[in-house]
């Protein structure tokens, strides 16, 4: 069943006297694959960096509230939301180390497992991003060694690893080749049960490969939210309109 | 006509340079490394090693000052090396690269500058007299940690700030807190360079004489707790040469000198190697 996951209300964000997001309204439903698109600089990783609280870090003024689950995320101590908002990042960074490493090093931090439960979540986790069969055997070797394709798909075994209820996604396809995004896509996919995601994409045709709802962003204002569908095929505002038809952006 | 170099010869003239430059650097130290082997070599025996010291040096051994080397030395990196990194991880880590971080950065660079016969005044004044500690392994200690200090802090602060910041971002973003990322990704990605400062640092404290010779001072004996004096090998060597006891002994104890300088160095590598190797 879809319930409200993550509820904004007049989110303004700033960065240096600099707003970035003006007055964003947006409610994330679970079970959604919820996409945004928009041209660089329309905030769409802010909104991110502002969901998980990493902005706090650069120095970014956020007024306004996000609720997840319907608690204000400033009520929720910031380690154990990150735990529950995951964020893929653009660039697959994988932290020096095994791949096993990789994996357990979040969750070792945030419970007791014994190895035996640290292997059943090396395994769940790198099934559940499809990546198991491919390195199985060499769990141990540093993670390096993996191509972009599989290093991204690690980055969303190490958030699986820590169960959490929402995976944020920002633009994790742009480095990457045609079949590997279409693993990943297809991963995102498998996982949409388990998984609200959010999906901040530059590519507005894996929008409308995957996205359930997308969301269209320009210079830090939300032009308009609608079904995939309706979005593709008649948007209302006109600057939707041009986007999508690539006529800038 | 403007008369030009065609790039096969300049090529070829810039590898010469260089090649000349590093030929000249390896040999400057090969003829002091073998210039004192070569003295010295003749009076490193095993009775050289591991007898006291007699007639002022004229006689005997060199333990008791092999000993007061290692412990001042040890002495000064165990207090320098926690507090050095932890400035140059609050300087890092915690501050916002502002005026304080500026400053900071500004002091460890002018007291890296400064001479080490100052340090030694300075804790003679401040360790030996001041605070009542005596010619002793603390106070000579304390003084080679002083001086040793920016070293650390500096090296470190370099190595810190190498490691990219997408590791620690990555790190918060899977819900680790600031210090567990500072132990578990800042600090093992950090290691090596670590590691450099505080091999530079200990082969400025080994090696040191102006500074030790105020706060150690110069006993014979083999030092029986912190508060003995001691004669470290650097001094020991001062002494010898100096005064005109006995130049072979000189020469020999500036041989163990070199040959524990470059074994430090050579286990401080092998160690970094191999905990690359198992990190990355």
Same mark, same amino acid.
């Given at each position: 069943?879809?319930?409200?996951?993550?509820?904004?209300?007049?989110?303004?964000?700033?960065? /240096?006297?600099?707003?970035?997001?003006?007055?964003?309204?947006?409610?994330? @439903?679970?079970? =959604?694959?919820? *996409?945004?698109?928009?041209?660089?600089?329309?905030?769409? *990783?802010?909104?991110?960096?502002?969901?998980?609280?990493?902005? /706090?870090?650069?120095?970014?003024?956020?007024?306004? =509230?996000?609720?997840?689950?319907?608690?204000?995320?400033?009520?929720?101590?910031?380690?154990?939301?990150?735990?529950?908002?995951?964020?893929?990042?653009?660039?697959?960074?994988?932290?020096?180390?095994?791949?096993?490493?990789?994996?357990? @090093?979040?969750?070792?931090?945030?419970?007791?497992?014994?190895?035996?439960?640290?292997?059943?979540?090396?395994?769940?986790?790198?099934?559940?991003?499809?990546?198991?069969?491919?390195?199985?055997?060499?769990?141990?070797?540093?993670?390096?060694?993996?191509?972009?394709?599989?290093?991204?798909?690690?980055?969303?075994?190490?958030?699986?690893?820590?169960?959490?209820?929402?995976?944020?996604? /920002?633009?994790?396809?742009?480095?990457?080749?045609?079949?590997?995004?279409?693993?990943?896509?297809?991963?995102?996919?498998?996982?949409?049960?388990?998984?609200?995601?959010?999906?901040?994409?530059?590519?507005?045709?894996?929008?409308?490969?995957?996205?359930?709802?997308?969301?269209?962003?320009?210079?830090?204002?939300?032009?308009?939210?609608?079904?995939?569908?309706?979005?593709?095929?008649?948007?209302?505002?006109?600057?939707?309109?041009?986007?999508?038809?690539?006529?800038?952006? | 006509?403007? &008369?030009?170099?065609?790039?096969?010869?300049?090529?070829?003239?810039?590898?010469?340079?260089?090649?000349?430059?590093?030929?000249?650097?390896?040999?400057?130290?090969?003829?002091?490394?073998?210039?004192?082997?070569?003295? %010295?070599?003749?009076? !490193?025996?095993?009775? &050289? !090693?591991?007898?006291?010291?007699?007639?002022? %040096?004229?006689?005997?051994?060199?333990?008791?000052?092999?000993?007061?080397?290692?412990?001042?030395?040890?002495?000064?990196?165990?207090?320098?090396?926690?507090?050095?990194?932890?400035?140059?991880?609050? !300087?890092?880590?915690?501050?916002?690269?502002?005026?304080? +971080?500026?400053?900071?950065?500004?002091?460890?660079?002018?007291?890296?500058?400064?001479?080490?016969?100052?340090?030694?005044?300075?804790?003679?004044?401040?360790?030996?007299?001041?605070?009542?500690?005596?010619?002793?392994?603390?106070?000579? %200690?304390?003084?080679?940690?002083?001086?040793?200090?920016?070293?650390?802090?500096?090296?470190?602060?370099?190595?810190?700030?190498?490691?990219?910041?997408?590791?620690?971002?990555?790190?918060?973003?899977?819900?680790?807190?600031?210090?567990?990322?500072?132990?578990?990704?800042?600090?093992?990605?950090?290691?090596?360079?670590?590691?450099?400062?505080?091999?530079?640092?200990?082969? +400025?404290?080994?090696?040191?004489?102006?500074?030790?010779? &105020?706060?150690?001072?110069?006993?014979?004996?083999?030092?029986?707790?912190?508060?003995?004096?001691? +004669?470290?090998?650097?001094?020991?060597?001062?002494? !010898?040469?100096?005064?005109?006891?006995?130049?072979?002994?000189?020469?020999?104890?500036?041989?163990?000198?070199?040959?524990?300088?470059?074994?430090?160095?050579?286990?401080?590598?092998?160690?970094?190697?191999?905990?690359?190797?198992?990190?990355?």
């Amino acid at each position: 069943m879809s319930v409200s996951k993550i509820k904004i209300t007049g989110l303004n964000l700033y960065y /240096d006297n600099i707003q970035v997001l003006k007055n964003i309204n947006l409610e994330i @439903y679970s079970d =959604e694959i919820f *996409s945004i698109i928009g041209p660089a600089n329309a905030g769409k *990783s802010s909104l991110l960096r502002a969901i998980n609280r990493l902005a /706090d870090l650069d120095g970014a003024v956020v007024q306004g =509230e996000i609720r997840l689950d319907d608690v204000d995320i400033k009520n929720i101590p910031v380690n154990e939301l990150r735990r529950r908002v995951g964020l893929i990042f653009a660039t697959p960074i994988v932290l020096p180390g095994s791949i096993y490493k990789n994996i357990v @090093y979040g969750p070792k931090m945030h419970n007791n497992y014994t190895k035996k439960e640290l292997d059943e979540l090396v395994y769940f986790s790198l099934s559940s991003a499809g990546l198991w069969d491919e390195v199985k055997d060499r769990l141990w070797d540093s993670a390096t060694c993996l191509s972009g394709g599989q290093q991204q798909r690690l980055c969303i075994a190490r958030s699986i690893a820590l169960k959490p209820e929402v995976i944020m996604m /920002d633009e994790p396809c742009s480095g990457l080749d045609p079949i590997s995004t279409i693993k990943i896509e297809n991963t995102m996919l498998n996982l949409k049960d388990k998984f609200t995601f959010i999906l901040v994409t530059n590519n507005t045709k894996q929008a409308a490969r995957i996205g359930t709802k997308t969301a269209f962003f320009f210079a830090g204002e939300l032009i308009e939210v609608a079904s995939t569908e309706q979005l593709f095929t008649a948007p209302k505002d006109k600057r939707t309109n041009d986007y999508i038809i690539g006529r800038f952006g | 006509m403007k &008369f030009r170099i065609g790039p096969r010869t300049s090529q070829i003239i810039a590898y010469i340079l260089l090649l000349i430059c590093t030929i000249f650097v390896i040999s400057i130290l090969i003829f002091i490394i073998g210039f004192v082997f070569k003295n %010295g070599f003749a009076s !490193l025996t095993w009775n &050289f !090693l591991t007898q006291k010291t007699k007639a002022m %040096g004229k006689e005997g051994g060199v333990f008791p000052s092999i000993i007061g080397t290692l412990m001042v030395t040890l002495f000064a990196i165990i207090v320098a090396t926690p507090l050095g990194l932890g400035s140059a991880l609050y !300087l890092t880590e915690y501050t916002k690269g502002g005026v304080i +971080r500026r400053v900071i950065s500004f002091g460890a660079d002018c007291l890296a500058g400064v001479p080490s016969i100052i340090f030694g005044l300075f804790g003679f004044i401040f360790f030996v007299i001041a605070l009542k500690l005596g010619w002793s392994i603390i106070s000579g %200690g304390l003084t080679l940690a002083v001086m040793i200090l920016p070293t650390i802090i500096r090296t470190s602060e370099e190595a810190i700030k190498a490691v990219p910041k997408a590791y620690r971002e990555i790190s918060y973003s899977l819900g680790v807190g600031k210090i567990d990322t500072i132990i578990k990704i800042v600090l093992p990605s950090a290691f090596p360079g670590i590691l450099t400062g505080i091999i530079l640092g200990i082969g +400025r404290a080994v090696s040191e004489t102006a500074a030790v010779i &105020f706060t150690a001072g110069s006993s014979l004996n083999i030092p029986s707790s912190l508060f003995s004096s001691t +004669r470290t090998l650097a001094v020991h060597f001062y002494i !010898l040469a100096r005064e005109g006891i006995s130049m072979p002994k000189a020469y020999g104890t500036a041989t163990v000198l070199i040959i524990s300088i470059l074994l430090i160095n050579f286990i401080a590598y092998r160690l970094m190697h191999r905990f690359i190797a198992r990190y990355y």
